[in-house]
């Protein structure tokens, strides 16, 4: 079935430092792909998504590239912050109709130092 | 602003005492999903409605119940807490389920204690 794996966290960054989380998936057909972020104590919040391949997709400076070569949606940011800190989650969606699903990743802890 | 919102943010509850988790949304959205998401792991979709259509994960346990008496509210039941239920439960809403374009709007969860 349908997967998806990031890399194992913690990650742990000074400010400033640049930022990649790793994030491949298996899946049949034509996924859409996106990063959500948890903020310590709240739920899930939209970060960036990627419906096709090539696509990339952006917000408050972190970006994602839709690589269906390597089958690859990592995220990338090139000068964290301390508000940065929380757990990204990388998370595939496939199919259509009432049959598709949100697949998450096991999710990424991000520390960021001052 | 157009929400999910989950109530209570904090639950305590007693082993084998009947809880019931409740999440409202503003957005119009057609479908209200629950997830119960574990310490350090990602979140588990337990089941969904889209509209009225009430649809199971294979794997959700029995003691997890919904219900949805119209559009903006959605009920989580769990009948008789375990102490393995203790988790964050997150409500989310989307438009259409399993479309590109429609992705999920969490609500910021109710953490459940059972004693």
């Known amino acids: 079935g349908d997967s998806v794996t990031q890399m194992e966290g913690p990650v742990t960054l000074s400010e400033e430092a640049f930022l990649t989380i790793n994030c491949t998936y298996t899946?049949?057909?034509?996924?859409?792909l996106f990063w959500y972020v948890q903020y310590p104590g709240e739920g899930l919040q939209l970060l960036l998504k990627?419906?096709?391949?090539?696509d990339k997709g952006s917000n408050k400076g972190f970006e994602a590239t839709y690589r269906k070569e390597t089958t690859s949606f990592h995220l990338e940011k090139g000068s964290v912050q301390v508000s940065d800190s929380a757990v990204y989650f990388c998370?595939?969606?496939?199919?259509?109709?009432?049959?598709?699903?949100?697949?998450f990743g096991q999710g990424t802890t991000l520390q960021v130092k001052p | 602003d157009a929400m999910v919102i989950q109530n209570p943010r904090y639950q305590v509850t007693q082993f084998g005492k009947p809880v019931t988790l409740s999440c409202s949304q503003t957005?119009?959205?057609?479908?209200m999903y629950w997830y119960q998401q574990k310490s350090s792991q990602a979140p588990k979709l337990l089941f969904h409605?889209?509209?009225?259509?009430?649809?199971n994960e294979a794997d959700t346990p029995d003691n997890f119940q919904s219900r949805r008496p119209n559009t903006s509210f959605c009920f989580l039941d769990i009948r008789s807490p375990g102490l393995g239920d203790a988790a964050m439960y997150l409500c989310?809403?989307?438009?259409?389920?399993?479309?590109?374009?429609?992705?999920?709007?969490f609500g910021n969860g109710t953490r459940l204690t059972v004693t």
């Open positions: 957005l119009n959205h057609n479908v």
């Open positions: 409605y889209y509209d009225k259509d009430f649809n």
């Open positions: 990627a419906t096709k391949a090539d």
């Open positions: 998370a595939l969606l496939n199919g259509s109709g009432n049959t598709g699903k949100l697949i």
């Open positions: 989310a809403t989307s438009r259409s389920p399993g479309q590109r374009n429609s992705p999920l709007h």
């Open positions: 899946a049949t057909g034509y996924p859409s």
